[in-house]
């Protein structure tokens, strides 16, 4: 069975520009959550999605946005890119929203230069 | 952002050691604390989760003590390997999933 998978696997960016994110979930589950690990530390919660619904959303200023599509796949938008947004953009999924077992993807490395 | 706290940031063990990752919580709200693996250029692999109505979990050389009162978990691996040289994360969740900071491991043959 597939595993989440993300694209691209790899991006660069300037500064100011903006950039899209995927995800595609485990086949059956309906949540999904995005998170941004930055080398040498753990993964920061951003956002959980259910049923195209936004669940959870970490301290991430608003030029970060997601949305969810009735296939389950998921987006992750950032807007006006800065140098602090360099970063690995994993994405999990769930069964459900909320205490469940995630599993993740291998992200997106995002870099700006 | 951080409310898991994870120790130690590093730790070098033998082959057939028995590493020990340790990990407190602050928020008597979480209610599932997962530990996941993993290696570079990789996401993070579920390797086991316990919630906190049961004070030890074990899956094969895995296991989990956790303990309540102290809002304290930790990880410990059996018969350590070379190829469970990795960083390893606790995470602790809510309606959020919050991680520590990591453990790499070195396992040396």
């Known amino acids: 069975?597939?595993?989440v998978t993300q694209s691209p696997t790899h991006l660069i960016k300037t500064r100011g520009q903006q950039v899209t994110l995927r995800c595609s979930p485990i086949s059956g589950h309906k949540s999904v959550s995005w998170y941004q690990q930055v080398l040498g530390q753990g993964p920061q919660f951003i956002?959980?999605?259910y049923e195209k619904e936004e669940r959870g959303r970490g301290n991430f200023p608003d030029r970060f946005s997601a949305r969810q599509f009735p296939n389950y796949s998921s987006e992750l938008n950032v807007n006006a890119l800065l140098l602090g947004d360099s970063a690995l953009y994993l994405c999990a999924s769930s069964l459900e929203a909320g205490n469940q077992p995630?599993?993740?993807g291998d992200g997106t490395r995002?870099?700006?230069l | 952002q951080q409310?898991?706290?994870?120790s130690p940031q590093s730790l070098i063990v033998q082959k057939g050691g028995i590493p020990i990752i340790n990990c407190a919580y602050?928020?008597?709200a979480f209610d599932y604390?997962?530990?996941y693996q993993q290696f570079p250029g990789k996401g993070p692999a579920l390797l086991i989760a316990i919630r906190p109505d049961v004070s030890e979990k074990k899956e094969g050389r895995f296991t989990i003590s956790f303990n309540k009162s102290a809002k304290q978990f930790s990880l410990h691996i059996m018969d350590s390997q070379p190829g469970d040289s990795a960083t390893y994360f606790?995470?602790?969740s809510g309606y959020d999933m919050r991680f520590g900071a990591g453990t790499r491991l070195t396992v040396k043959p």
């Open chain 2, 33 to 35: 604390f997962p530990w």
């Open chain 2, 26 to 28: 602050e928020n008597t």
């Open chain 1, 1 to 3: 069975d597939a595993g």
């Open chain 2, 90 to 92: 606790c995470a602790a």
């Open chain 1, 110 to 112: 995002l870099s700006i």
């Open chain 2, 3 to 6: 409310q898991v706290k994870q």
């Open chain 1, 47 to 49: 956002f959980q999605y």
């Open chain 1, 102 to 104: 995630q599993h993740f």
